[in-house]
């Protein structure tokens, strides 16, 4: 792949799922030896391992690593194309497929991942490095799994979606309207519990905004408007492939789980509902995850333009939202007069 020496390998978790996991481990600037430190990449929702890897040659993160001298692994998380085989259920066919959430990835998936690598490099410690819900994975994994500490050097933390709760997102605010209510069961049903990234009939966010019309004035600007805007930071001749390459399929569960705490502002396990929460937790309340477990050195990095994952509360959050909304009805409208 790209010059780059490359081996795909599987993890099966308890509960049958299969995931996959592409380790880079050399190229011609720095050719494979033992001993060489791993670092495992941990995506973020809504995408996969390929958003590493959205950059022309090598300015893509993944390579830069592999070529001064890390092992590089990049993780699919169940759900994604990659990760979707189970031993017994076909994701394509069976809802029960999609009945997972951050937690069942933190608890499940990611020790055999990091074992996996561990066993594979002969290595005691890895690095990791995420984007905003597979840093969610990781802070779960750690906290309850205190064990796993004793295995990463260090964390680094790219817009982790833990605390969203002072999110100006437009996508997010609209999402808590329904979220907890039948039509999202309803949603979670239609969509066959997954949002898959063929949006309809085989079309993608890749193809849509390919196309002369949408370029300037919709792709821009609806991802602006869900993520925050630094025009001058994105190169709009590749953004067409970029968003090719960041987009996978998503399970509803996780999208859920994310939601509950933002609408909460926290940070806790996943909400089943009075009765079944009772008997999954012996509270009627998710506890929280108690991230005083976690003990390896965590680095965490945020972008001043996100409005997605944002350092702090701002007192400004109500305007942010209503000026999202604004932009949107706007552009509607504009579309509509032309």
């Known amino acids: 792949m790209h010059g780059y020496n490359v081996t795909s390998h599987s993890i099966v978790s308890d509960d049958g799922y299969i995931s996959t996991i592409l380790r880079i481990f050399g190229n011609s600037k720095s050719p494979p030896k033992p001993g060489k430190p791993a670092v495992l990449l941990l995506h973020g929702g809504m995408g996969g391992s390929a958003s590493w890897i959205i950059q022309p040659g090598d300015r893509n993160f993944a390579f830069k690593l592999a070529n001064n001298g890390y092992e590089v692994w990049l993780a699919s998380l169940r759900g994604t194309k990659p990760s979707q085989n189970h031993t017994h259920l076909d994701a394509n066919a069976d809802l029960e497929y ?21 066993e594979t490099t002969k290595n005691e410690e890895i690095y990791f490095a995420c984007h905003c819900g597979g840093c969610a994975i990781y802070l779960i994994g750690l906290s309850e799994t205190p064990e796993l500490n004793r295995k990463f050097k260090a964390g680094f933390l790219m817009a982790p979606g833990v605390f969203t709760g002072s999110s100006s997102s437009l996508s997010l ?77 998503f399970g509803f569960g996780l999208f859920v789980h994310g939601m509950q705490n933002f609408k909460r502002c926290s940070f806790r396990k996943f909400d089943y509902g009075m009765e079944r929460t009772l008997i999954e937790y012996g509270t009627p309340e998710p506890p929280p995850f108690n991230l005083s477990k976690v003990a390896v050195p965590t680095y965490i990095f945020y972008g001043e333009s996100d409005n997605m994952v944002t350092p702090m509360v701002s007192s400004s959050y109500n305007y942010a939202f209503i000026f999202n909304v604004v932009i949107v009805l706007g552009f509607v409208c504009y579309l509509g007069s032309g």
């Not at 951050?102 to 561990?118: Q, R, S, W």
């Open 173 to 249: 605010n609209l999402a808590t309207m329904f979220i907890e209510t039948p039509m999202s069961t309803i949603v979670n049903w239609l969509l066959n519990g997954r949002f898959s990234s063929e949006l309809a009939f085989g079309l993608t966010w890749e193809k849509i905004c390919s196309i002369s019309l949408f370029q300037c004035g919709f792709c821009d600007r609806v991802f602006f408007t869900l993520y925050g805007n630094d025009a001058p930071q994105l190169n709009f001749t590749d953004f067409p492939k970029i968003l090719g390459k960041l987009q996978d399929d």
């Open 98 to 118: 999609w009945d997972f959430n951050m937690e069942h990835i933190g608890t499940k998936d990611l020790a055999l991942f990091v074992d996996l690598i561990l």
